[in-house]
């Protein structure tokens, strides 16, 4: 009953610092919609899929696409790295899954290249530097993924960046020249050696392998809305990360919430049902930036060991602390949250008390020490566990729908209204 009553568009949206493990709840979710929408960021998100027994983290494509037949949108708001794209595609392929015929790339999404790498590497050096930037402390870097993505905004911002459709429509000389003519710059603003025969070379073959699959996706998802399709939008990185919103500089550089999926894939606010927010039981972040609620030292390593808590993208040890009630009251009203998808609640399972913050106010609530690994009905858990979820549902004003038991597909409890 819940699922139907999500109605037709329906966001899932990370309330944290990203990591959530939106991919689960997209991988229960895909099932009952019909197209599945990606609308921002890049190859700096990171999931793990398992194909064929193996397991790959995959960058673009997003959490739904190993249902078959699906259609996948990547939105005007998206980065794209040509070859990443590509070896997933490849990937899936040789596991028998072949994504392409599904595939549909909007032409405003921009292209990532490798020299926007280089110049994340360049800009991040720059920040560890002993000179601060705006609004961190000296020597504080980032910790971008070093992806690309904040040059690739950036280039978008100037007006100078290529988009996938100029992979499409634009004569392969001219792209070659155009190139030519935007990098001289770039290798003497940051001093790179670019590597064009190799990015052209990853060009061409981006060109022969998704020529077809770059449209107006814009347009097709309005298409398919008219038709009576139900619209899944896959948010990637999470709220505070957003750039207009979030924990400056420390942030990722594309928009994160929901009217940010919104804008990037060009569907209205009205049309949209349902908005799921979430948040781990506990909290993480990875890089750089506020944490007021980390706990260093060993109760934070432990959280860590037990929740697995190294990124995805680069293996990073994420930092490790309690729920803020604050950041997530936030989240919830930016993107305004009609349900909550708590995860990892197992993680916890070996906690004495569990604090969770209210601004600078500490509320400790006691743990349950006993296992909900695999727990699928909200009424098997233990009371301490079940007051706990209740808790939060009442100062967030939410109801937490969607609770994680572990990282397998069926370790999720559902619970109706
Ligand atoms: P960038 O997006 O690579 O520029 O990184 C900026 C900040 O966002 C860094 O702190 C990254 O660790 C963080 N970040 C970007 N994407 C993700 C994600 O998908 N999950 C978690 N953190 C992310």
């Not at 960021?41 to 064929?52: E, L, Q």
């Not at 729920?323 to 936030?330: E, G, K, M, T, V």
């Amino acid at each position: 009953m819940l699922l139907q009553n999500l109605g037709k568009v329906t966001a899932v949206i990370g309330a944290q610092w990203g990591d959530e493990g939106k991919g689960k709840i997209v991988d229960l979710l895909s099932e009952h919609f019909d197209v599945i929408a990606r609308a921002s960021g890049g190859a700096n998100a990171g999931h793990t899929i398992v194909v064929s027994g193996k397991k790959h983290v995959f960058h673009l494509l997003p959490s739904g696409c190993l249902h078959e037949g699906k259609p996948i949108v990547l939105g005007n708001a998206m980065v794209i790295h040509l070859p990443t794209l590509l070896e997933e595609i490849k990937i899936l392929k040789e596991a028998g899954i072949d994504v392409l015929p599904r595939l549909h790339i909007s032409h405003a999404a921009h292209i990532v290249f490798d020299y926007h790498k280089m110049v994340d590497g360049v800009i991040e050096e720059r920040r560890l530097s002993d000179t601060a930037i705006p609004g961190s402390a000296k020597g504080e870097g980032i910790g971008t993924t070093r992806r690309g993505i904040g040059p690739a905004y950036a280039e978008k911002a100037y007006r100078t960046g290529f988009r996938m459709g100029d992979l499409a429509m634009m004569d392969p000389d001219e792209f070659k020249r155009a190139f030519h003519h935007n990098t001289s710059l770039v290798s003497k603003m940051f001093d790179l050696r670019i590597t064009a025969d190799q990015e052209l070379a990853n060009v061409d073959a981006a060109r022969a392998l998704l020529k077809k699959r770059i449209t107006d996706t814009t347009t097709y998802l309005h298409i398919e809305y008219s038709k009576n399709k139900t619209i899944l939008i896959e948010g990637a990185q999470a709220t505070l990360l957003d750039i207009d919103h979030g924990t400056y500089p420390h942030v990722t550089s594309s928009q994160t919430t929901v009217m940010g999926a919104l804008q990037g894939l060009g569907l209205p606010p009205k049309i949209l049902t349902s908005v799921i927010g979430v948040a781990k039981a506990y909290c993480t972040r990875v890089g750089g930036g506020p944490f007021e609620t980390e706990v260093p030292g060993p109760r934070g390593d432990a959280l860590r060991e037990r929740g697995g808590e190294y990124g995805a993208t680069t293996g990073r040890p994420r930092r490790c602390g309690w729920l803020s009630l604050s950041d997530l009251a936030f989240a919830s009203r930016l993107n305004g949250f009609t349900h909550l998808n708590l995860t990892k609640l197992d993680v916890l399972d070996a906690e004495k008390d569990i604090p969770i913050f209210d601004r600078a106010k500490e509320t400790i609530l006691p743990g349950w020490q006993e296992s909900t690994r695999g727990l699928t009905s909200f009424e098997e858990l233990p009371q301490n566990a079940q007051d706990y979820v209740e808790y939060l549902e009442k100062k967030l004003n939410l109801p937490a729908s969607f609770i994680g038991t572990g990282p397998g597909r069926e370790e999720m409890i559902t619970k109706e209204e």
